[in-house]
């Protein structure tokens, strides 16, 4: 198996990270499974300390995990040198932070903040100052394109790191809770910036969240539990029988590619299951039934 690269942009594979500090072991990602299509805009939910940043950190390029196999559009996260990463990070993940003014140059206006890592391209000096323009346009920010960070506001300046961040065409643009700082209104205007980028552009995006109201935004939501994948919710619109479109959430347990699920708590607790259970194959799905001992001897 050497080329998921065509199917998947991003592949995790039992991703293990181990954080050693002053002699304390913390497992912040524990075997977790992640496939990610091109042209994806993924979220990525989790309780605060769940191995959301963990996990971004390394797709970025920005750490290296323990153990397991992590790709991003056909680069191996484990065996990448050090000068490869930084290609890495400047060709194919582009990143916003949290903290809105992280990725901007704070004495360069929002047009020239763009055109700047354009700089390493052989591009005119026209050409990007016309790219800069589009980006900003795309982003409804056009407005801003005079601007130095510190004459916008919050929401502002994390569309306008969101353009720097895909301002060379990434493959993959990572998030990590782009709009933590930002109230609720301007939060759905950052929300549609990277909405913007995955459509206009064709990025595959994963956006780190702790605000389960994200899943509204994107069609695939992931939620991490103890370093691991543990849910996913997708969404999607169907007709009524009234012809009006309505838009329904599913939530899945998750598969992982050795067939393996987790049952959610609540149905381990309601049905008593422990150590075993009985698994049977029907025509069009799975019965599963508690595997009390002697119950074998009882069945047909
Ligand atoms: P999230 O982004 O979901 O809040 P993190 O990925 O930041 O979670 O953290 C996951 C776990 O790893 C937490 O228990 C956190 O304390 C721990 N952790 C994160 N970064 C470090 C670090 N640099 N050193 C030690 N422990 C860390
Ligand atoms: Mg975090």
Excluded at 63 to 86: C, I, K, Y
Excluded at 92 to 114: D, S
Excluded at 150 to 157: A, H, I, V
Excluded at 179 to 207: K, M
């Amino acid at each position: 198996m050497t080329n998921g690269s065509s199917e998947y942009d991003i592949v995790c594979d039992n991703l293990v990270r181990i954080y050693q500090t002053e002699g304390v072991e913390v497992v912040a990602l524990q075997g977790l499974d992640l496939l990610v299509k091109p042209g994806e805009l993924l979220a990525v939910v989790g309780a605060s300390g769940s191995g959301k940043s963990t996990l971004l950190n390394i797709l970025s390029g920005n750490d290296v995990p323990t153990a397991g196999r992590a790709t991003v559009a056909g680069h191996d996260l484990l065996e990448m040198s050090g000068s490869n990463r930084a290609a890495y990070r400047r060709d194919v993940a582009g990143f916003v932070w949290q903290q809105t003014a992280r990725g901007l140059m704070p004495f360069l206006t929002a047009a020239e903040n763009i055109a700047l890592p354009l700089l390493i391209n052989s591009m005119s000096r026209a050409e990007r100052t016309a790219r800069a323009h589009e980006l900003l346009e795309l982003l409804g920010i056009a407005y801003c394109a005079d601007r130095r960070p510190k004459e916008m506001s919050g929401g502002e300046q994390q569309r306008c790191a969101i353009a720097v961040a895909v301002a060379n065409q990434p493959r993959v643009l990572f998030a990590d809770e782009p709009t933590g700082e930002l109230d609720s209104a301007t939060a759905d205007d950052v929300f549609a910036a990277l909405r913007r980028t995955n459509e206009e552009l064709g990025t595959t995006v994963v956006v780190v969240t702790h605000d389960p109201g994200v899943a509204e935004h994107v069609d695939r939501t992931v939620a991490i539990r103890d370093g691991r994948t543990s849910s996913e919710t997708l969404r999607r619109t169907e007709l009524t029988a009234e012809g009006h479109e309505r838009v329904v959430a599913e939530e899945y347990a998750v598969l992982d590619r050795a067939g393996r699920v987790q049952l959610p708590r609540e149905f381990v607790a309601q049905l008593g299951l422990r150590d075993r259970v009985r698994l049977e194959l029907e025509p069009d799905h799975v019965g599963l039934w508690p595997g009390h001992a002697g119950q074998d001897g009882e069945r047909r």
